[in-house]
């Protein structure tokens, strides 16, 4: 994939935008089906394979998750959520990763230019060498995906397997599902796959069943069919994810303020600077200067 | 001019404090402006690397800040708010067409430079505050996203305040001449404390620079 596929760039706006799309690309989503996965962890396994990534061993914390969170080294986790349910314990599966947000909170704030990118494929990617390691995509992200490394200092998060996918292979993660919870494909496609499958949970009684594809954030590349789409926190997904007030306030209204602000006084400074001038004092012992003016008139 | 008669008008220790904070404030506002314009990631270089940039920041802003507010301590009882200060301050067109014969006549401080005095007392206590819930690694992971957000919302439009004031300090340093100087080395003439700060000469505790030598 070239730059020319870059659609979003952080650290640009209008006025400098990113490489546009010149081949038009159709959006790649990921297709979790809640309904399917029997929490196997494969596709956590498989992503730390392909990506090199080892998480250090911890410790049992009751949960048969581990790690019990997303790392800079976990950039899929499969998360044990346990519900009650009339007086009866359930597990909620959820393969947390990446969302992939068509309008990513994390990436209108951060201010490096091209340390996040969003590709025309839809995928939203980190360049960690740009990356300055400010934190503030990871206090940004609606989902809580990315995390700096406590080495490099550095945003890491689920790349969709970029450069598998460019390759024309589905993410490590799909590939290595047993149940066929995971699927891979054009936006579309599982779109359309969804729609099928939430029509026949409804008819087997599930009559809440839905897909998870949130508005507040223009959709996501990766959308999941869940057993109750009214009680997303179940997964421990956020009901209504977006881009947070203050950080809109911030890149919207308070830089393209302050910098009229900015140049305004400067303005004001300049004009007044040239217009009123020195503001000099006259020193009432001119003494000193008067001798010297005699002493030169006397050798003209 | 005679040195001696030259009055005190800055201690030697607010000097240093000052000059400290002008360049650590260089520095501090020069990689701030880089992650606040991405255009202007370039002026981040001071630092050597946007990396090296945004791990010196956090750091100058502190040691801009601290004296900073030793300073603003140091100048308290200057700024507090005298009679005269209102119609000064109502007075502030003739203040900048210098109609000298119109302006209330003021002490150590003009209103204006007390303003600027509250504004960077404000400012500075709100930048090292939310700085520090920014400041990654070491204190953003014990704040909660969401305090962090409003953090930076905050930092930045403090931070665009005090550039703002900055300016004007700046400015009116420079188009005030002779303040540079006392700024520099502490002494200003006679007649230019008359010109600007009248008042100042009724100072029971004003100094000479001949009675501090003997
Ligand atoms: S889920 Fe978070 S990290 Fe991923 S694209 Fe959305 S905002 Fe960015
Ligand atoms: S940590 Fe890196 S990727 Fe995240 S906002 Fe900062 S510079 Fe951007």
Redesign the pocket.
């Known amino acids: 994939m070239s730059a020319q596929d870059i659609i979003l760039s ?1 650290g640009t706006s209008e006025l400098t935008p990113a490489a546009q799309v010149r081949r038009k690309l159709s959006k790649v989503a990921k297709l979790f089906d809640a309904t399917k996965c029997n929490g196997c962890k494969a596709c956590q396994v498989s992503c730390s394979e392909w990506n090199d990534l080892r998480a250090p061993v911890g410790s049992f914390q009751g949960s048969y998750q581990n790690p019990m969170d997303l790392s800079s080294e976990c950039w899929t986790l499969m998360k044990y959520q346990e519900v009650e349910e009339n007086n009866k314990l359930n597990w909620r599966f959820a393969h947390s990763a990446c969302m992939h947000c068509d309008d990513p909170a ?1 990436l209108t ?4 230019k091209g ?2 990118v969003q590709r025309a494929n839809g995928v939203v990617d ?1 360049d960690s060498d ?9 206090s ?1 992200c609606p989902f809580d995906v ?1 995390r ?1 490394d406590p080495i490099d200092q ?2 890491y998060k689920c790349t969709m397997c970029s450069d598998r996918i460019q390759v024309g292979q589905e993410p490590a993660c799909v590939k290595s599902c047993i149940t066929g919870a995971l699927k891979y494909g054009t936006r579309e496609d599982m779109l359309f796959i969804a729609d099928l499958r939430i029509k026949e949970l409804r008819k087997r009684g599930y009559v809440n069943a839905g897909l998870y594809n949130p508005e507040g954030v223009g959709g996501t590349g990766m959308i999941m069919i869940l057993h109750d789409i009214n009680q997303p926190q179940n997964y421990g997904l956020p009901a209504d994810p977006k881009t947070s007030v203050p950080i809109k306030l911030w890149q919207d209204v308070v830089k393209p303020l302050g910098a009229a602000g900015i140049i305004a006084t400067v303005a004001v400074a300049c004009l007044h600077r040239i217009t009123v001038g020195r503001n000099l004092v006259e020193e009432d012992e001119p003494a000193q200067f008067d001798h010297t003016h005699s002493d030169k008139s006397d050798k003209e | 001019m005679h040195k001696q008669n030259m009055i005190l008008r800055h201690k030697l220790f607010d000097r240093i404090c000052h000059w400290f904070v002008v360049a650590t404030g260089l520095v501090t506002f020069l990689t701030g402006f880089a992650f606040f314009f991405p255009s202007f990631q370039w002026l981040g270089s001071i630092a050597g690397t946007p990396q090296m940039a ?1 791990f010196v920041h956090p750091i100058a802003g502190l040691m801009m800040c601290l004296p900073l507010m030793v300073m603003l301590v140091r100048y308290y009882h200057h700024n507090k708010w005298e009679k005269n200060d209102l119609t000064w301050m109502l007075a502030i067109k003739d203040v900048m067409f210098e109609n000298e014969d119109k302006i209330p006549a003021i002490g150590h401080y003009n209103p204006g430079q007390k303003v600027l005095f509250r504004t960077f007392v404000v400012t500075s206590i709100a930048l090292t505050i939310t700085g520090i819930m920014m400041w ?1 690694p070491y204190f953003a992971p014990y704040f909660e996203a969401s305090a962090i957000q409003w953090a930076i919302l905050i930092h930045a439009i403090c931070a665009v305040i005090m550039l703002i004031f900055v300016i004007v300090h700046f400015w009116m340093a420079t188009w005030v001449e002779g303040s540079v100087a006392g700024m520099l080395y502490g002494y200003v003439s006679r007649a230019w404390c008359k010109k600007h700060h009248p008042n100042m000469l009724n100072d029971p505790e004003l100094k000479t620079n001949k009675q501090e030598k003997h």
């Open positions: 952080s994390c704030a951060c201010s490096t340390a996040i980190f740009k990356c300055t390691g400010c934190g503030y995509c990871v940004a990315p700096l550095k945003a | 945004r990654q």
